[in-house]
């Protein structure tokens, strides 16, 4: 901090401005702060400091961030640096850091407001919302056309990789995700359901104004080649949230057919969806729980004498493993005491 953020501050004109850290969730790859200053726009600084990602990587991100702004799309904008650029690479201590400087969304997180939508209000419209504003997103990477190209959903997750990060002694596992990966190479690949995604659309990573219900979309920093189905997938997940405490499955089944095509209705405003690709949400959900597994053990940091799986990852494993869709949420493998765990097992 020392080092770095006196070099930031006079890199983006950030004097006067109250900078503090921002607490980075467990799988955080970056460090993360918040700067305001009164009667000025807040601002967020982000340090890239692991090697996992080229500077061509962060420039692919920041420059569709930038193509999604300039072109309609809710999202939180990439400020250029007093130098012009929207990435900055400094050094210390032969290692290399990469800077780059965001708008603070405006509002708030579902969360941070106890999950209440806006006063006088229906719920409706969020459900609507967040729907239309991922469908706007998805509409504008339909004609993107990147310099620096970000990769690919095959180059992050393939039987290399999962030889890799899958401990041996789950072979069923590993199997199962080797089938996936076949299942998935098989489906079209057109810009009309393939192209750049966000890869973690949830209430984690937008701003809800409340005052219009507009929400501001950030963190694209899984952002990737993938169907748009992944995205539409993380849409359906995140309805669960609200229905996760119903013990009968039915009412659970009911409330995400609602749920889902209220959030569909406002998508489809502003893109369109083939039914045959919206068919395909199952095995695009189970593709979501693949993702959680593979993260999981790459972040994995459990002692290595005696390697265990938590409640979460080890549900994420019976569900691939059995063939569970609809993330188990209508089957009997769902608790509503404790919804999305089961018991932990060692590897």
Known sequence: DSFLLPK??????LEGYEINKIKSHERGRNLVYNCEQKDEDAK???ISYRNDRSRADLLGELEYIRYLSQHGGHVSNVVDSLNGNLLEELSHNQHTFFVCLFEQAKGKRMVDHGYKYR???PITEYYHNCGKVLGRLHQLSKDYNPV???????????NAYIEKVVPDSLPLLKEKLRQLLK????LDIDRLSYGMVHFDYNDGNYMIDLETGDITVYDFDNSCY????FD??????????????????EKRREFMNYYFKIAMEGYRSETNIEDSMLEQ???????????????????????????ECDNCLSYCIKLMEEDISYLGFFHEIYSTKHPFMYEKRNI
């Not at 930031?8 to 004109?13: A, M, T, V």
């Not at 309805?239 to 499955?249: A, D, L, M, P």
């Not at 095995?283 to 005696?306: G, K, P, R, W």
């Open 226 to 229: 993938c169907w748009y189905m």
């Open 148 to 158: 620096h190209r970000r990769y690919s959903i095959f180059d992050h997750y393939n």
């Open 8 to 13: 930031i501050i006079k890199l983006y004109k």
């Open 281 to 307: 949400l199952p095995l695009f959900i189970q593709l979501t729980v693949m993702e959680n597994i593979m993260d999981s053990f790459e972040n994995m940091t459990n002692n290595a004498q005696n390697p």
């Open 232 to 249: 539409i997938a993380s849409l359906w997940i995140s309805g669960t949230g609200w229905i996760q405490r119903e013990q009968k499955s």
């Open 44 to 46: 967020i600084i982000r």
């Open 183 to 186: 299942t998935l190479e098989k």
């Open 119 to 121: 006063e006088g209000t």
